[in-house]
């Protein structure tokens, strides 16, 4: 019998092992978007050590607690509108969908901002919209 695919989160049709699993491991982003993608990954799994990582320290708070949120979100699905590369900066439009226990789904519509320094990707802030 073969064995199962861990497809990774973030909603590319690759293994999570190849895709933002690699990124969480410690290999740098290609681009803003893959940093994006694997934050957005790092949600569903719940790691809050790679999210203030990749956080950029100017804005990254001082820890999260994703364990206090109960009902933990469910995080069902990505979907990256666009993404602007402006040399060492970038803009990436997505939106996220989720759901709390079992209430009605729910759209996460945000435009975060990046930022590269000594050849790696962060996220900065954004702004969360209709």
């Known amino acids: 019998m073969p064995a199962l695919r861990d497809t990774c989160p973030c ?16 290999a740098p982003a290609t681009d803003a978007e893959a940093l994006m993608r694997s934050r957005y990954s790092a949600y569903v799994r719940r790691d809050e050590a790679y999210l203030l990582a990749s956080w950029h320290a100017s804005t990254r708070p001082p820890s999260l607690d994703l364990a206090a949120q109960q009902p933990a979100p469910t995080w069902l699905g990505l979907d990256v509108k666009r993404h602007v590369p ?40 954004g702004d969360i919209g209709d």
Not at 11 to 26: F, I, K, Q, T, V
Not at 109 to 125: L, M, N
């Open 11 to 26: 909603g590319l049709p690759r293994d999570y092992s190849r895709c933002c699993g690699a990124l969480h491991a410690g």
């Open 86 to 125: 402006e040399g060492d900066r970038a803009v990436v439009e997505f939106v996220a969908r989720l759901r709390h226990g079992g209430g009605k789904a729910q759209r996460m519509h945000e435009v975060s901002r990046f930022v590269r320094e000594d050849g790696r990707w962060y996220y900065v802030d």
